[in-house]
């Protein structure tokens, strides 16, 4: 099965920096890789997703960049604020089986220091 | 429009009682999956729907855990005589279609005492 895990679990940077949160998956088939972010009692709320047919997309502030060689998957926010404070996952599916559930990583606390 | 609704949003439960958790997904959604979360940990499959068809229920922990979505809209969680190891946070998703982007409800957040 899959397993997604994450190199940093807590993360803390200067409001305005640029913070890059990254996460590692095992499955080489998966070809669906999104970006979620958790507020204290809140769901996930989505950020951003790419597919395995790209390597790089661009949002509002957000950038996802994978790199399908090694296996990896990170999320860049630029000028980073205050109201970024969260915890980030990343999910991974493999479409392929016909199992559209997602695997989560652990998560990745993001800290903004004003 | 309207996000992925949960309720309760909060269930305190004797050890042994059923409950019965509820989500309405987007309008217009087909696929709706249920996740569970512990503490401090990323949200975990459980089940998911393609309209009223259960299509996978393998992350269910026991037989004491079903779903159902029997207009294939509304979706019930339910989890029959509680333990504690069940206090979780349970988070339900809809899509568009089964290959698409998931988003998430609030949760249901459960304590078993």
């Known amino acids: 099965g899959e397993s997604v895990g994450l190199h940093l679990p807590t993360l803390s940077v200067q409001e305005g920096d640029n913070s890059i949160i990254n996460c590692a998956y095992s499955?080489?088939?998966?070809?669906?890789f999104i970006w979620y972010k958790q507020e204290s009692g809140k769901g996930p709320q989505f950020i951003i997703d790419?597919?395995?047919?790209?390597d790089k997309r661009q949002g509002q502030r957000v950038t996802v960049l994978l790199n399908k060689t090694v296996k990896h998957l990170s999320l860049q926010i630029a000028a980073t604020q205050p109201g970024d404070s969260a915890v980030y996952f990343c999910a991974v599916t493999y479409s392929g089986a016909g199992s559209y559930q997602l695997t989560f990583g652990k998560g990745t606390k993001l800290s903004v220091i004003p | 429009g309207a996000g992925v609704s949960q309720s309760p949003r909060y269930k305190v439960a004797k050890r042994g009682q059923d409950v019965a958790l509820r989500c309405d997904p987007i309008?217009?959604?087909?696929?709706l999956f249920w996740y569970q979360q512990a503490l401090g940990q990323g949200p975990e499959f459980l089940t998911y729907?393609?309209?009223?068809?259960?299509?996978?229920k393998s992350g269910l922990p026991s037989d004491r855990f079903f779903a159902e979505r029997p207009e294939g809209s509304v979706s019930t969680l339910k989890i029959q005589r509680t333990q504690q190891e069940d206090s979780a946070v349970y988070l339900c998703?809809?899509?568009?279609?089964?290959?698409?982007?998931?988003?998430f409800g609030p949760g249901t957040r459960l304590l078993v005492l």
């Open positions: 499955n080489s088939a998966s070809d669906y």
């Open positions: 729907f393609q309209n009223e068809a259960q299509l996978d």
């Open positions: 309008s217009g959604h087909v696929s």
């Open positions: 790419i597919r395995s047919n790209m």
């Open positions: 998703a809809s899509s568009s279609g089964l290959a698409e982007t998931q988003y």
